[in-house]
């Protein structure tokens, strides 16, 4: 079965860090591009960051918003992928969500397997 | 950033009604445009893909259309389980963008 499973998530300071993971299973995590996407509580979706897959030699995008406080990573020996949350704001206090992005034969791209997300909450 | 704006924000059906929902892109976006059920406390699902294509396993009264900049999605018939939050999701040019939902509810 397909899956990606996030962790990580919890309770941290505004100037702290914290380090999602997410492990998948059920497909070849290096032919994919990985999205971390965000929701605060009541608000819509928001996009945080990709990294894209093996051929496109793993290079990163983020939302101007997380760019240079967030960083995104993955090991496919382990089949992961991370998010390194440095710097959080209050703001940042968001479900977080690790999602598939597949690619159909015209380069279409789609964010088609979710996570059920896990929680961050950036409090003193 | 590329800005996409729904309409309408909130929408009252019932069920066997016909709905549809707008999403306009601030430039072109080609066909890279797509659609995104969440219902509450649940991760979205993808509905459809570069504007028109239907995600495997989502039923067929779930239909898209456009390009450029202007975009539909089109609910043929509305079911008890459509009743969701609807979001649009520009994935063709970096950051991507999603519309601000379109929360769909029962009259």
């Known amino acids: 079965e397909v899956q990606v499973l996030e962790s990580g998530g919890g309770l941290v300071q505004p100037g702290g860090s914290l380090r999602l993971s997410c492990g998948i299973s059920?497909?070849?995590?290096?032919?994919?591009?990985m999205d971390w996407v965000r929701q605060a509580p009541g608000k819509g979706l928001e996009w945080v960051g990709r990294?894209?897959?093996?051929?496109?030699?793993?290079?990163?995008e983020y939302a101007a918003s997380v760019k240079g406080r967030f960083s995104i990573s993955r090991d496919d020996s382990k089949n992961s992928l991370f998010l390194q949350m440095n710097s959080l704001k209050s703001e940042d206090t968001a479900v977080y969500y690790c999602v598939r992005v597949s690619s159909d034969a015209s380069g279409s791209d789609a964010l088609d397997i979710w996570g059920q997300g896990t929680m961050v909450t950036v409090s003193s | 950033a590329i800005q996409l704006t729904q309409s309408p924000s909130s929408l009252s059906a019932s069920v066997g009604d016909r709905v549809t929902i707008t999403c306009r892109a601030s430039q072109g976006i080609r066909n890279d445009l797509g659609w995104y059920q969440q219902k509450p406390g649940k991760a979205p699902k993808l509905l459809i893909y570069a504007t028109s294509n239907l995600q495997s396993g989502v039923p067929s009264r779930f239909s898209g259309s456009g390009s450029g900049t202007d975009f539909t999605l089109t609910i043929r018939s509305l079911q008890p389980e459509d009743f969701a939050t609807y979001y649009c999701l520009q994935d063709g040019n970096y950051p991507l963008t999603f519309g601000q939902g379109t929360r769909l509810e029962i009259k």
């Open positions: 059920g497909f070849i995590f290096s032919d994919h591009h």
């Open positions: 990294t894209k897959d093996k051929r496109r030699n793993y290079n990163t």
